[in-house]
Nanobody
Framework: QSQLVESGGGLVQPGGSLRLSCAAS????????IGWFRQAPGKEREGVSC????????NYADSVKGRFTISRDNAKNTVYLQMNSLKPEDTAIYYC????????????WGQGTQVTVSS
């Protein structure tokens, strides 16, 4: 059964780094694009980044460009989000989602992982 499981969240000081992982068994093998989204308290869920099935297409929200990097290891059925130079405004629950393409709508969601950036 295909599923998405996020990990790697936690508490980090401003300027610090975290690497999120999305174990996407089934979806990776089936050639899905994987996207990262986040939802801060009182705000709508927003797209952060997406990587296509082959890894050629990688896109980022303007708010994270130059700080976040998305990658995938198809052999490990895992997509990563390396987050550097973290800011308090990056605090949110981060979700990964499987999509037919980076321009499409999510088909399935993980349960989310909390990222808190605070001193």
């Amino acid at each position: 059964q295909s599923q998405l499981v996020e990990s790697g969240g936690g508490l980090v000081q401003p300027g610090g780094s975290l690497r999120l992982s999305c174990a996407a068994s089934g979806f990776i093998k089936d050639g899905y694009a994987i996207g990262w989204f986040r939802q801060a308290p009182g705000k709508e869920r927003e797209g952060v980044s997406c990587i296509s099935s082959g890894g050629v297409i990688r896109n980022y929200a303007d708010s994270v460009k130059g700080r976040f990097t998305i990658s995938r290891d198809n052999a490990k059925n895992t997509v990563y989000l390396q987050m550097n130079s973290l800011k308090p405004e990056d605090t949110a629950i981060y979700y990964c989602a499987a999509k037919y393409s980076c321009s499409g709508l999510p088909k399935a969601w993980g349960q989310g992982t909390q990222v808190t950036v605070s001193s």
